[in-house]
């Protein structure tokens, strides 16, 4: 139930084109979901979060979308660069457990140029 | 405004030694949480500190500990170091609200 599940492990997109990674977790009492970026040998960068009362953000080229019935919630990246290319990791948490979050397995992006 | 500093970057240690390493949060932080990454286990949490007190803990075995000072710096100390310990260790600061912002970790190699 501790649980978030992300998909696909990895992704080839052209650039210009829309990368989208998918995360699916169990626990309904998750009430907030971030979304990180690493690059190698750096750690974690928060990119853009997002909780259950709304159903989409959007900051810059990066949307999160989020569906609480069927507790999913997702990563659009429009007109990817090469810049882009990165692991990304969704991640959840609960507020009584403070700050501790639940990442997925993470994602390895590649944008072609 | 700094961000979060690990220090050291790399550690290498031999099995049975043990370690500590050092997390400065972000200035006016009083959360920090500690993570442990490899490439089979992800990205798993240890523990979270508030204000000089664990708050959470992960799943991990009592060689791992941790503490807070009262400016807000974490030490992680992992005890009896196993080859399976070897791993990048990541600190995590927050004031509120629950943005997490992260160091550039640790490396830890046992040998």
């Known amino acids: 139930q501790q649980q978030v599940k992300q998909s696909p492990q990895s992704l080839i997109v052209q650039k210009g084109g829309i990368s989208i990674i998918n995360c699916a977790y169990e626990?309904?009492?998750?009430?907030?979901f971030p979304w990180y970026q690493q690059f190698p040998g750096k750690g974690p960068a928060l990119l853009i979060a997002?909780?259950?009362?709304?159903s989409e953000k959007k900051e810059g080229r990066f949307t999160i979308s989020f569906n609480k019935s069927a507790k999913q919630f997702s990563l659009h990246i429009m007109d990817s660069q090469p810049g882009d290319s990165a692991t990304y990791f969704c991640?959840?948490?609960?507020?009584?457990?403070?700050?501790?979050?639940?990442f997925g397995a993470g994602t390895i992006l590649r944008v072609k140029s | 405004k700094a961000g979060v500093t690990q220090t050291p970057r790399y550690l290498i240690k031999t099995r049975g030694q043990q370690v500590t390493l050092s997390c400065s949060p972000i200035?006016?932080?009083?959360?920090v949480s500690w993570y442990q990454q490899t490439p089979g286990q992800g990205l798993q949490f240890l523990f979270e500190?508030?204000?000089?007190?664990?708050?959470n803990k992960g799943n991990f075995p009592g060689r791992f500990s941790g503490r807070q000072f009262s400016n807000s710096r974490s030490e992680m100390n992992v005890s009896t170091l196993e080859l399976g310990d070897s791993a990048l260790y990541l600190c995590?600061?927050?004031?509120?609200?629950?943005?997490?912002?992260f160091g550039q970790g640790t490396r830890l190699t046992v040998v």
């Open positions: 200035s006016g932080h009083r959360s």
């Open positions: 626990n309904t009492a998750f009430d907030y």
């Open positions: 997002i909780r259950p009362d709304v």
């Open positions: 500190y508030f204000s000089e007190t664990q708050r």
């Open positions: 991640a959840a948490s609960r507020e009584e457990y403070g700050n501790k979050l639940v």
């Open positions: 995590a600061s927050s004031l509120a609200g629950r943005e997490a912002f």
